[in-house]
């Protein structure tokens, strides 16, 4: 139901959340997240323009978060990239559904627990989970 931008893009604030310290290059990230660079150079693109990254030039710059992960969340992400597309009107144009029809009113109800369950976990969260893999890591 995501797009692969959505998904690359969690992958990158994923990984720039677990290098709080130090900005991570493009190669960097696209090495770890493993995202063609170019389609990840436009994915932080998008991420910087929204507030969510930044971008530091010159050596030992890169990428980093630009909002603590306490308070990004999952759905965060995905809007600043490909927001989930909620429905609010019949999607054929049929002027006589003036509400949606069950099948729109179904579509649109998953979309708004798909929004739900994005919104209610953090990058902090995600990072910080108490499972035996880590996100973007091997595990031995």
Do not use: F, W
């Amino acid at each position: 139901m995501l797009s692969k931008t959505a998904e690359y893009a969690l992958r990158a604030v994923a990984c720039m959340g677990n290098s709080p310290d130090a900005p991570l290059s493009a190669d960097a990230l696209a090495g770890q997240t493993k995202v063609p660079r170019r389609y990840l150079t436009r994915v932080l693109q998008d991420l910087c323009a929204c507030g969510i990254a930044r971008s530091r030039p010159g050596p030992g710059g890169g990428y980093e978060l630009a909002r603590p992960t306490e308070t990004l969340t999952m759905l965060d992400v995905v809007n600043s990239v490909a927001p989930v597309e909620r429905i609010t009107k019949c999607p054929l144009g049929l002027t006589t559904h003036k509400k949606l029809c069950p099948l729109h009113t179904e579509l649109d109800r998953t979309y708004a627990a798909i929004e739900a369950s994005l919104g209610g976990v953090t990058i902090e969260q995600l990072i910080d989970s108490s499972g035996p893999i880590v996100p973007l890591c091997e595990v031995d």
